[in-house]
């Protein structure tokens, strides 16, 4: 599309050209055909260099940065604020087993919609549907904040994570749209010195709000953020796209059947992911049944995505050209698993084995968020400089797997040395590969695929987060009732006992029974833990593996894309946009 409109703005200039050839006396001589030649190659090269989207950076840039920055906070900050603040909820709204909703649900919800949102992207632009992304998080959170029961609760996270898939997936579009491939590392590391920020706050706030107000503003603290940021967006995101297309085509562009199988299908795994455990055995048929038709269903959706029905399929099979591209698609899965088992299960650590208050467990957990940050710039700086992005993910899945499988050897008794200490070597390892994966899947695509790689990259590590929590939690909460015999009281025992013991993971439920048995249960928590980290060094060990065959596919340092800065002043904008 970019090119054509290049090619229709240069085609004046030739014409104009040669009409001045024409009108020419008969009569001229060969320094002045020289002379007349030249001023026409300076034309042509001077049309040809406009043909080229500049990398621009002027104050337009900055503040379209602000908006996906203000995105970013808003996302990182309810990713974590609910961690340290879940258990308070979980008690308040009496949720039993579908406590695990209140996580999952966003994940689902945050999953299913990236690649929708990607084709979205292109059909009515980054900023009618980055507004709409930032409304429906804001509704969402008004909704959670306000629930009287488990089920608005749950409604209000699955519309956040609606809200949140749009936004994880339009800021990394945004900035592939801004900023040529082999530089993105560099604006993606700012945006996660951003989201650390959030991580790291996150869980601190989440603890001062539940122990100094209610944890209903673990929500509402969404609302302003999420006000400024609409604001933000209306009057600074403006970029390019197709305004001449009528609503009706566009609505008949969009993959309807690829959507519907995709959302279908990653909705029956998670009802599969968490019922298994709390609610009924992996090996009932009522976990079985759900899993295989999703899975079933995932393999129907790459069939269909490949068959060419679609005439503009939401994963194009094209996004695959290589093995580092599936490698790559693959790890960036893993890498969630490793994530989620790292942050998601630390501050039950810290709360339920350390005994630590909410606050303090955020306060706790700032190492792992705030050394992440000195890696991901180093990683910025390898990819801009050199453009090679293998030795960072072979070294970063390495340290990743080492260190969560480290985290096993922490104890009830064990000093601040180690705790800290043994955070820096996972955060060190995501910070190499959390602004890395997605430039090396983009690497082997078209720059008009760019929406629709990103959109199908950030699913699949929406859906790692997905599996990350279930798996893990589905670990604890089987081994906990496989050494709750070690407990002497038998509530305490038949609680642990239950297969749900994940809600019982809290500072409040501990220290309500007398030292013996705290000591008891938090040693089975201790144990249970342990083999969460574990079993996570088989997950990091493949990725680890599979990071060895990756190949370096160069990294381009033009921008080639039809949706950058938009060049026209906003009147300009709502004059066509009406037409």
């Given amino acids: 599309m970019a090119s054509a409109e290049m090619k229709d703005t240069a085609s004046p200039y030739k014409v104009e050209a040669s009409n001045q050839t024409l009108s ?57 604020v609910v961690i340290t603040s879940l258990p308070t909820i979980v008690e308040s709204l009496n949720l039993g ?34 507004m709409f992304i930032f409304a429906t998080y804001t509704l969402g959170s008004g909704i959670a904040g306000g629930a009287n029961g488990g089920t608005m609760l749950i409604a209000g996270r699955a519309i956040q994570g609606i809200g949140s898939g749009g936004v994880t997936m339009a800021n990394d579009v945004i900035i592939s749209d801004l900023v040529p491939l082999r530089y993105r590392g560099n604006y993606i590391a700012i945006l996660l010195l951003v989201a650390t920020i959030g991580f790291a706050v996150g869980p601190f706030l989440g603890g001062v709000i539940v122990e100094n107000t209610t944890w209903r503003w673990v929500f509402y603290l969404n609302l302003p953020i999420g006000g400024v940021a609409i604001v ?49 055995p992996w090996s009932d048929a009522r976990i079985l049944a759900p899993l295989i038709i999703g899975l079933v269903g995932l393999v129907g959706f790459v ?59 955020g306060v706790q957990m700032l190492p792992v968020a705030l050394i992440a940050i000195p890696g991901a710039a180093l990683s910025a700086v390898v990819l801009s400089k050199w453009g090679k992005y293998k030795m960072l993910h072979v070294s970063g899945f390495f ?22 200490l043994l955070q820096f070597i996972p955060a060190i390892g995501s910070g190499f590969l959390l602004n890395t994966l997605l430039p090396a899947f983009q690497a082997a695509t078209e720059e008009e695929d760019q929406a629709a790689a990103t959109g199908n990259w950030t699913f699949m ?20 009732k496989r050494y709750s015999h070690m407990i002497d009281n038998e509530l305490a025992r038949e609680m642990l006992g239950s297969g749900d013991s994940y809600q019982s993971a809290t500072r409040a439920f501990v220290l309500q029974f007398d030292e013996v048995v705290q000591s008891q249960i938090r040693h089975v928590f201790m144990l249970s833990l342990s083999k969460v980290y574990v079993i996570s060094v088989a997950f990091g060990g493949l990725a680890w593996v599979l990071s060895l065959f990756e190949k370096d596919v160069p990294l381009r340092k033009e921008l080639d894309t039809q949706y950058g800065l938009d060049q026209k002043a906003p009147v300009e904008q709502k004059k ?3 037409l």
């Avoid at 060969?30 to 043909?51: G, H, I, L, N, P």
């Avoid at 929406?462 to 929590?469: I, K, M, P, Q, T």
């Avoid at 893990?472 to 909460?477: D, E, H, L, P, R």
Wanted: aromatic fraction near 14%; charge should be neutral; hydrophobic fraction near 45%.
């Fill in 303 to 361: 069939l269909y995505e490949a068959s060419g029905i679609p005439s503009e399929p939401v994963m194009p099979i094209r996004l695959f050209p290589g093995r580092t591209s599936y490698i790559v698609y693959i790890n960036t899965f893993l890498n969630m698993l490793l994530i989620q088992w790292c942050y998601f299960f630390l501050p039950l650590y810290f709360q339920a084995v350390k005994l630590s208050t909410p606050s303090r467990s």
């Fill in 576 to 578: 066509e946009e009406a």
């Fill in 461 to 480: 590590r929406s859906f790692g987060s997905v599996w990350g929590v279930a798996i893990a939690g589905s670990i604890f909460n089987t081994y906990t």
């Fill in 399 to 420: 340290l990743m797997t080492l260190g969560v499988g480290l985290l096993g050897l922490l104890h009830e008794d064990s000093p601040p040395a180690a705790w800290i």
């Fill in 97 to 130: 087993s579908s406590y695990i909703w209140v996580t999952n649900v966003f994940f689902l919800t945050t999953a299913c919609v990236q690649p929708l949102f990607g084709q979205l992207c292109n059909l009515w632009g980054r900023k009618k549907v980055m």
């Fill in 24 to 80: 020419s006396p008969p009569s001229v001589n060969s320094s002045d055909q020289t002379k007349t030649a030249q001023e026409d190659e300076e034309a042509q090269t001077t049309v040809t260099r406009k043909t080229k989207p500049a990398f621009n950076r002027d104050y337009r840039f900055w503040m379209i940065m602000l908006t996906l920055v203000l995105a970013t906070l808003l996302a990182s900050l309810e990713a974590t």
């Fill in 232 to 280: 933000v967006t209306y009057f600074f995101l403006n970029l390019q796209y197709d305004r001449t297309q009528s609503t009706m085509d566009k609505l008949r562009r969009i993959d309807y059947i690829g959507n519907a199988i995709l959302i279908a299908s990653s909705v029956s795994i998670l009802i599969a992911l968490t019922w298994a455990g709390p609610v009924y």
